[in-house]
């Protein structure tokens, strides 16, 4: 089978694809992976790496996060970089004529393209936020909306899709394709922590994660530092703001107050490091770290609550507390909290320490539900689950959206 996996954003966003190149690839399909360089290229990859135009990183770096420079800035900015990944994109699934295309919510084409050359669209949503239910909101809109509403949020997912001009719909005109919509959607989220919902379709399936073990290494320091605890852990991983500074500083001084050394993990600026991190001695700070080698290894972790660090903090066990940014990260956090496996979210603006030193107690009080929600993470496969449906797929055994 012939696989075409297209993914954007983040690393958060970019890696589930990598962990499902990396399995179908192994078991024997032939399998390209596109992407930007957002992620590092692997020269040793045992599947094709094909590049997208641009970088979500460049675009975070000069405006931030803020909505308002996002908006103001969308026709110069970010209308011209999608419209390179929408060309681009479709000129390799027409090229390549694969059998399955797998993609990521923002590229809004590709569902389009995989029809265009007869193959099956597979949504791969990194969130529950496209495939409606009544039983929570689409990831990345409001938690406090009252449940009656939860069903009717998606239609708002769809009305932003629409305000953009519809591009799939549009490409659908333009190559005679009847059909701009996915075929299948694949939900990689633990079921341990999202249920699949009674009300969901049966073309909808959650998967479990998509992740791979990290394959870094922890350097000689951060070793030694990780030995003798306790350590908080705080990271914040794509996220950027104005507040990076006094966010690091305010962690510091809590995890002081409670007795912990603090493992600053910058990314690509949530965290901004003061001249005295630098040189303490219950610091040490880094650009990043695998996760899989150092989550086990700290006693409790402040983090932005994207999908991938959600999973890593549970799956090994360490009790965390979630200031949310943008996006799927609110819904994060409020699913988290709703199982007992999270600390009280916390406002990304939150700069005194006596609020962070409460959470983290808390996250810390629901270690027990925490190892528990560990446990069976660990009976998860999602990447065996998510290829054994793209299989049963091409062979015509799981079942299509309809028309």
């Given at each position: ?28 399909h032939e ?11 692997s ?10 135009p ?23 900015v970010m209308?011209?970089l999608?419209?390179g990944?929408?060309?681009?994109t ?20 590709a569902?389009?393209?995989a ?11 990194m969130?529950p ?14 938690t406090?909306?009252p ?10 997912i ?8 519809s ?7 333009e ?13 990689p989220v633990s ?16 998967t479990g ?78 650009e ?6 150092v ?7 402040l ?12 799956r ?38 006596h ?6 107690t808390q ?41």
């Amino acid at each position: 089978m012939k696989i075409f996996l297209a993914a954007l954003g983040s690393r958060g966003d970019n890696e589930p694809f990598r962990a499902l190149a990396l399995e179908a690839a192994s078991a024997g399909h032939e399998v390209y992976f596109a992407h930007t360089r957002d992620i590092p290229f692997s020269p040793d990859a045992v599947y094709t790496e094909i590049e997208l135009p641009g970088s979500m990183e460049a675009i975070v770096a000069t405006q931030g996060l803020s909505m308002v420079k996002a908006l103001a800035n969308y026709s110069r900015v970010m209308k011209p970089l999608m419209e390179g990944i929408y060309r681009e994109t479709t000129r390799q699934i027409r090229a390549l004529k694969p059998d399955v295309v797998v993609y990521h919510p923002k590229i809004l084409t590709a569902a389009t393209a995989a029809h265009s050359v007869g193959a099956i669209a597979v949504l791969a949503e990194m969130a529950p936020m496209v495939t409606p239910t009544s039983e929570f909101p689409a990831a990345g809109l409001p938690t406090w909306l009252p449940s009656r509403y939860n069903h009717a949020s998606y239609r708002l997912i769809q009305a932003g899709v629409n305000a953009l001009g519809s591009p799939g719909v549009a490409l659908a005109k333009e190559l005679g394709v009847i059909r701009s919509e996915h075929d299948i959607s694949l939900v990689p989220v633990s079921p341990t922590l999202v249920a699949r919902p009674a009300d969901w379709p049966d073309y909808a399936a959650i998967t479990g994660w998509w992740a791979i073990p990290d394959h870094g290494e922890i350097d000689d320091e951060l070793a030694q530092f990780l030995e003798v605890g306790p350590v908080l852990y705080a990271g914040f991983g794509s996220m950027r703001d104005n507040h990076g500074l006094a966010r690091a500083d305010a962690i510091v001084s809590a995890a002081r107050l409670l007795g912990m050394k603090t493992l600053l993990v910058t990314g690509w600026g949530g965290l901004v490091p003061t001249p005295d991190h630098m040189v303490s001695p219950d610091v040490v700070v880094r650009e990043s770290v695998p996760h899989s080698l150092v989550l086990p290894r700290v006693d409790a972790a402040l983090h932005h609550g994207g999908a991938g660090t959600t999973h890593a903090m549970i799956r090994s066990g360490t009790p965390s507390v979630i200031m949310p940014f943008i996006a799927d990260q609110p819904w994060w956090a409020a699913r988290l909290e709703e199982k007992g496996v999270g600390g009280p979210t916390l406002s990304r603006r939150t700069t005194n320490p006596h609020a962070i030193v409460a959470a983290i107690t808390q996250a810390r009080s629901l270690s027990e539900a925490i190892e528990f929600a560990a446990g069976e993470m660990d009976h998860e496969d999602g990447l065996a689950t998510a290829l054994d449906i793209l299989e049963q797929a091409e062979q015509g055994v799981f079942p299509f959206k309809p028309a």
